[in-house]
């Protein structure tokens, strides 16, 4: 591209910045003179702090212009030209100098081909680096006066948009971070992100395919197009801490700070799985019908169906199994959780309590009333025989009643039954407040239990979940624990108590201050409610914190991970039931992951669910991606070899260790280090082996990094094949095979192994070369 060219888009850069630092200054002016505003009361002070709020957040939008600004140019038939960036843009008097990418006026640029019926006749791609144009790209779509042949016809296999700047992006050493692909976005990739909220979109896609890409980038998208959705927030579930370190910075890039991301193993608050389990129990915890063994092990706690008795202040009180499922079922009719249904329970054995107290009462009264008439004959009989026998009549009668309840002193002996110690203890048993934990525990601590609630399970599934209370949670369990945190409900009595004492002595404020003042034109309630505490917390943390908070809309990046009992726990998370899936299922190692998409309108028939397929792999080169073919076939005859955008590359290698493994390790991490200096590079191992490998690693690599907190920007580092699921490196050395082809599922495993590579793979044998790698070269 002509110096020219890169000079003239110079000018509208240097342009566009000039009005960036424009409105950095009106802002930053803004921003401070809110600050120094007085706020005259409670409602100046919120007012005063949503501004600030908002000018922030414009602030850090001005912020990321810095970076990409403008991107792309459009020029149209009609002779108008359009300008693409990472954010819109206007001038003084609102004329648009950049269209925001996700603007439906931006949608050609991704879209526009010889063949697509457009108005576009040329595509300028920019490459700039801080305020500096260093690159012009030109795609002519349409003969016109500016030269060019024309590019019309019939169209290729495959239309890149913007292929020599995808080529290059495609290129780049990486980093150990996902960048934006908001410059290089495809046609299909495109039309997936713009696709419509409503329903479940599955997005299948081999690897290299930029599901993880296309899915944050629709979330960029959705908030900006949809305020409901802002409103509320979007939820990123991605298979690893490492996975959601290594697209941390994509969304910040895109201006979206209302994404929570999280792995499944943490969306419990307050719960991170740390246990080990057997694949036994883990595919136990995974099955569908868990939820219904959790929820009669709460049922369980509800009520009783035997007859109870309660002493209070003497006497004996029973309570029939009638009375106790009449109460039991009330409470449940509320369709409220067990730990808040346990108020109308209470509620309603405490008003039977109070009758049967009054009831007694008055039949001691009766019975004293008429043993005082029996008194009075007999004294009347006394006087008839003379006064004589009249002492002896009057000592020897009168029985003391006293402490007798009236109907109107209910609400005194219901406040005295509750106080009650052993009414209370009655209480607890019948209906005790639970938390999911506890119960949990309970249910894999006791045989008999496990018994009782769970007959679909036989004796070895059952012994299976049997274990000692304590020892932490395992991802497995967390599902199950959410599922009992669903049913149970929080126990917020203590908390209700509180806000109402909090409530009260902000009335009793008000009070005052209306008072003081004469009257400000408001009820005592009013001003109360403008006293009350908001929560200023970013709209982020505060859903992150809350196990109810309701999502405008899911991400599950590797969802086919995901076990039945997970997808409870994700669709809890979004009533709506609007979501994006992407996965592959050709990748899936879980016990009880899915391995085919439809199985999810099976379990989940009421599901709105459009399933989607990525058909380029992007990111490995064909030599990789052919020898991982031949891998996967080993396991799924049909697998299909995805077209490859990268057509050249290193052929990847297989050696034999000779019986040296640790030697052979530490030279070939070295070597294949060197050959991809300034990127990335990751060894590969059997879980089993993984801390023997790392150590050899990192004897032969200082600075090496693996484990649970794995630094993806690290020199070297060593991964599971679980733990490389949604990654890339420049270069990938996988060790010892055959061990992870022995694993459950091993193939897939060594399929998502090989397929991290972008530029060079390699496979170092502890032993003969497996049958299914012989079709790799030197194999």
């Known amino acids: 591209m002509s110096r020219h060219a890169i000079r003239l888009e110079q000018q509208y850069l240097d342009r566009l910045y000039q009005r960036v630092d424009e409105l950095r200054a009106e802002t930053a002016d803004q921003l401070a003179e809110m600050l120094r505003a007085p706020g005259t009361d409670s409602t100046a002070l919120l007012d005063r702090d949503a501004q600030v709020a908002r000018l922030e957040q414009r602030t850090a939008d001005l912020a990321r212009a810095e970076q990409g600004l403008c991107f792309g140019r459009l020029d149209r038939t009609d002779d108008s030209i359009t300008y693409i960036g990472r954010m819109g843009l206007r001038a003084v008097d609102l004329e648009p100098l950049v269209i925001d990418w996700r603007a439906p006026a931006a949608a050609d640029f991704y879209t526009a081909t010889a063949a697509s019926g457009s108005d576009v006749r040329r595509r300028r791609h920019l490459r700039t680096r801080g305020r500096q144009v260093v690159a012009v790209n030109d795609e002519l779509l349409q003969l016109d006066h500016d030269g060019g042949a024309p590019v019309g016809g019939s169209a290729p296999a495959h239309e890149f948009v913007g292929e020599a700047a995808l080529m290059q992006a495609l290129a780049a050493e990486r980093t150990g971070r996902m960048a934006d692909i908001v410059t290089t976005l495809q046609a299909e990739q495109d039309a997936i992100i713009r696709t419509g909220p409503e329903g ?113 202040q003497g006497d004996a009180y029973r309570l029939g199994a009638d009375v106790l499922a009449r109460c039991t079922e009330r409470a449940r009719l509320t369709g409220l959780p067990h730990n808040e249904a346990r108020r109308t329970f209470v509620a309603e054995l405490l008003d039977h309590l109070t009758e049967q107290v009054i009831t007694n009462d008055r039949q001691l009264y009766d019975d004293a009333d008429r043993g005082f008439e029996t008194e009075i004959a007999a004294l009347d009989a006394a006087l008839a025989r003379g006064t004589d026998s009249l002492p002896a009549a009057v000592e020897g009668g009168g029985t003391e009643v006293t402490g007798l309840a009236a109907r109107h002193e209910a609400p005194r002996i219901r406040g005295e039954l509750a106080a009650d110690g052993a009414v209370r203890h009655l209480l607890e048993d019948l209906w005790p407040r639970l938390s999911p934990t506890g119960l949990l525990e309970a249910l894999y601590a006791e045989e008999g239990l496990l018994a009782e609630v769970a007959p679909e399970l036989d004796d070895e599934q059952r012994a299976a979940l049997r274990r000692a209370p304590g020892g932490g949670w395992s991802s497995g369990d967390v599902p199950l624990l959410d599922e009992a945190a669903e049913l149970l409900g929080a126990d917020d009595s203590a908390t209700e108590q509180q806000r109402q004492a909090r409530r009260e002595a902000g009335l009793a404020y008000a ?197 649970s907190e794995v630094d993806l920007t690290a020199a070297c580092v060593v991964l599971t094949p679980e733990q490389a699921k949604g990654l890339e490196f420049d270069g990938v050395l996988v060790v010892d095979p055959a061990t992870i082809l022995a694993g459950r599922r091993g193939v897939n495993g060594l399929y998502v192994a090989m397929t991290r590579a972008t530029r060079r793979l390699g496979l170092l044998c502890d032993g003969p070369v497996p049958e299914e790698l012989a079709g790799v070269a030197g194999g």
């Open 200 to 312: 479940m979109l599955v997005v299948q896609g081999g690897p290299g395919t930029g599901k993880t890409a296309v899915a944050l980038h629709r979330v960029a998208y959705l908030l900006y197009t949809y305020p409901t959705i802002a409103e509320r927030g979007v939820l990123v579930l991605g298979p690893s801490p490492a996975f959601l370190d290594y697209i941390g910075q994509v969304l910040p890039s895109l201006g979206e700070t209302q994404a929570v991301t999280a792995t499944l193993e943490t969306l419990l608050p307050g719960v991170v799985a740390t246990r080990t389990e057997s694949v036994a129990a883990a595919a136990v915890k995974a099955l569908p019908v868990m939820a219904d063994v959790v929820s009669r092990a709460v049922r369980r706690h509800q009520g009783s169906d035997v007859p109870v008795t309660v002493t209070y």
């Open 511 to 707: 009070r005052q201050v209306i008072a003081a003042s004469g009257g400000l034109g408001v009820s005592a309630e009013e001003l109360a409610d403008r006293f009350t505490e908001t929560d200023t917390r970013p709209l982020a943390e505060r859903a992150a914190a809350d196990r109810t908070w309701a999502y405008g809309h899911v991400i599950v990046d590797e969802a086919q991970e995901l076990t039945p009992m997970q997808w409870r726990m994700v669709l809890r998370r979004v009533p709506t039931r609007s979501l994006t899936v992407v996965g592959d299922v050709h990748q899936t190692a879980a016990v009880a992951g899915t391995t085919a998409w439809d199985q999810l309108v099976t379990d989940h028939p009421s599901l709105q669910v459009r399933q989607v397929e990525l058909s380029i792999n992007y990111r490995t080169p064909e030599p990789v991606m052919v020898a991982a073919t031949e891998v996967l076939r080993a396991a799924e005859p049909g697998a299909l070899l995805p077209e490859c955008a990268r057509t050249e590359g290193a052929p990847p290698w297989v050696r034999i260790a000779q019986g040296d493994l640790a030697g052979e390790l530490a030279s070939a991490v070295v070597e294949e280090q060197q050959q991809v200096t300034g990127g990335t590079f990751a060894v590969i191992a059997p879980r089993e082996r993984l801390v023997e490998m790392a150590m050899t690693v990192e004897g032969a690599l200082p600075g090496t990094s693996f484990g």
